[in-house]
Structures are given as structure tokens and as C-alpha cells.
């Protein structure tokens, strides 16, 4: 499954069912009727995010109730991995560099923070990393 690759519709429908925890067709469209879409619609993007694994899904009475694979937290940390992985097949030093000046300008408490996750890492199992 490639968690990047979601359209603008697929991540609102997300959004709405990590909040709501689970939805048909009718509750989601009626939730994004603001977007002006047909429930044919929101009908094909439950399918395609069921397709791509990012749904589960269960059959009641004549429709499908949709609820999310992943929690918010563990989906982004997927869409890091992927988008990560991808460019530390390629040049891996600037990449790594560049993260590293992000996170230094971002503020000082993150770079503390992603020396202690280096170190913890380098202690190996029951480290105390993530």
C-alpha cells in the first residue's frame, strides 16, 4: 500500500472517519456535502482507500460501514517512511543533511529530541526509543 498517493477527497473522507470512527456512504457524504459531491462519489473513494488497505469495511443490511485501518498517527508515520525511504535510496547524505537543518530550525527542543531517539536507537532494543 502507498499511503502518499491520496487525493484531496480520499484524505477529507480519512479525516472524517478517524474522527467519527466509522461511516457508509450516506453519513460520509452527508458529513463533506459542503464539497458539493454525489454519494456515487464518496461511494467510489471508500472503495478506492478500501482498495489501497487503508479501510476496513463490514457489511449491515444492504451497505457498507467503513472505518479506518490505521489511527492519524500511525498513517503519517507511514507516509514518512514512504516519502523517507524514497529519497534515502538516493542520495542519502544530503537528504539526511536537510532533515537535520529542518528539524535544527525548526527549534532546539526537536534536535534534542532527535539525538535522543539517535541515541536510543544506537542502545538497540529496550533503549527506550520509538
Not at 467519527?20 to 458539493?36: C, F, N, Q, Y
Not at 537535520?100 to 526537536?110: I, R
Amino acid at each position: 500500500m502507498r499511503a502518499t498517493t491520496l487525493g484531496d477527497l480520499e484524505a477529507a473522507v480519512l479525516e472524517h472517519l478517524w474522527d467519527a470512527g466509522s461511516g457508509d456512504v450516506k453519513s460520509v457524504h452527508a458529513a463533506l456535502r459542503a464539497r458539493r459531491i454525489t454519494p456515487n462519489t464518496i461511494q467510489s473513494t471508500l472503495r478506492r482507500l478500501f482498495d489501497k488497505g487503508l479501510l476496513e469495511r463490514v457489511k449491515v443490511s444492504h451497505a457498507y460501514v467503513y472505518s479506518p485501518r490505521l489511527d492519524r498517527r500511525d498513517f503519517h508515520r507511514r507516509v514518512l517512511e514512504e516519502a523517507v525511504g524514497e529519497v534515502l535510496s538516493g542520495e542519502a547524505d544530503v537528504a539526511l543533511a536537510a532533515f537535520v537543518d529542518l528539524v535544527a530550525d525548526t527549534d532546539e527542543e526537536h534536535l534534542r529530541r532527535l539525538e535522543e531517539l539517535i541515541a536510543a536507537k544506537r542502545r538497540g532494543p529496550g533503549g527506550g526509543g520509538e
